[in-house]
């Protein structure tokens, strides 16, 4: 008597996967992604990369060649530098900031839509009034309310990453900007996260580990939010680049990063200052930084089709 063979199974994740793969545009927005970090953070390692901030005044506005591959700005400073470096520091602030957003949301959103009533009502009028203030002047008072970190933070920085001070003074000045955005940029994902949880709350599974005695927190935490991951990593995506576009806005106000430290932002401002004398200040920075928003919205669509649960039906 033969016995049918028996089927392998796959997980959620590995069907969402396999739909993110036949996806094109994600995935050729994922590799891009990928190459662009590793131009970013290791390209400036590498010995053909000159110095951001190396002033040769005999070569200010110089066209691209085979030594500058991008030219040079109004200082002689090489431009293709400069945009890996600004690139580490717009990234940064993109996918850093959103994880301070996304944690604060994912919390009170969580606990308000499983605790629900007059604690539920209360947690969201403080997010509408919140939603009805201007964004970018929150942002801008924020950020003057934040400290920079002190010496001995920097310090402690240094001493694990084993980095000199040179390399890490400009990512520490930008923790502010990080708190900033991050602390005012919730109010989204708070909802999400909310309106996910008041789905899933009341369900067989949740019921089922209620009547186990598990405590609230347990119940949230492990059984709750695991089935909320999807429209999160999806929102996650989608935030990188409005957060770095808002940077953007800052540091072309002069309100984000501070010279002599760069990003796209302020290579785009400087670049705009002068695009009738020397158009590739402002096309090279332009580019990175558009090709990557794109690749990001791109990439977040995907993953939204992807980790859609009626999508399995195609």
């Known amino acids: 008597m033969s016995s049918d063979p028996v089927e392998k199974g796959s997980s959620l994740w590995q069907d969402a996967w396999h739909r993110l793969a036949r996806n094109k545009a ?18 400036p390692l590498m010995p ?20 500058h591959w991008f030219g040079t700005d109004q200082l002689g400073r090489d431009l293709f530098a400069r945009v890996l470096y600004g690139g580490q520091v717009s990234l940064l602030v993109g996918v850093v900031a ?26 969201m009028r403080v997010v509408d009034i919140l939603f009805a203030l201007p964004f970018l002047v ?26 000199n ?18 602390s005012i940029g919730w109010l989204t994902i708070a909802r999400i996260v909310r309106a996910q ?6 369900q067989e599974f949740v019921e089922a580990a209620r009547s186990l005695g598990l405590g609230h927190a347990r119940i949230l935490f492990r059984h709750i ?13 989608l935030a990188v680049p409005g957060i770095m576009l808002l940077e953007s806005v800052l540091s ?27 158009k590739w200040l402002l096309v090279f920075p332009a580019l990175f930084f558009s090709s990557t928003l794109f690749a990001l919205n791109f990439l977040g669509d995907g993953l939204r089709d992807a980790l859609d649960p009626r999508s399995s039906k195609d």
């Open 197 to 202: 949880v008041m789905t899933f709350k009341h």
């Open 252 to 278: 072309f106000l002069g309100l984000g990063v501070q010279p002599p430290n760069s990003s796209w932002g302020i290579l785009i401002k400087e670049g705009s200052d002068r695009m009738e004398t020397n």
């Open 26 to 43: 994600a995935m050729i927005s994922l590799w891009f992604l990928v190459v662009m970090l590793l131009l970013c953070f290791i390209g």
């Open 48 to 67: 053909f990369v000159k110095s951001p901030t190396a002033i040769d005044l005999e070569l200010m506005g110089a066209d691209p060649d085979g030594v």
């Open 98 to 123: 959103t994880a301070v957003a996304v944690c604060i949301g994912l919390v009170y959103g969580a606990i308000s839509g499983y605790l629900g009533g007059k604690i539920d009502d209360f947690m």
């Open 138 to 163: 929150l942002v801008i008072l924020f950020s003057l309310v934040v400290k920079e970190p002190s010496d001995n933070f920097t310090e402690w920085v240094i001493k694990t990453t084993g980095w």
């Open 165 to 182: 001070r040179d390399r890490i003074a400009p990512i520490t000045t930008l923790i502010p900007l990080f708190i900033a955005i991050g």
């Open 225 to 237: 939010l695991p089935n909320v991951i999807g429209p999160i990593i999806v929102y996650t995506t």
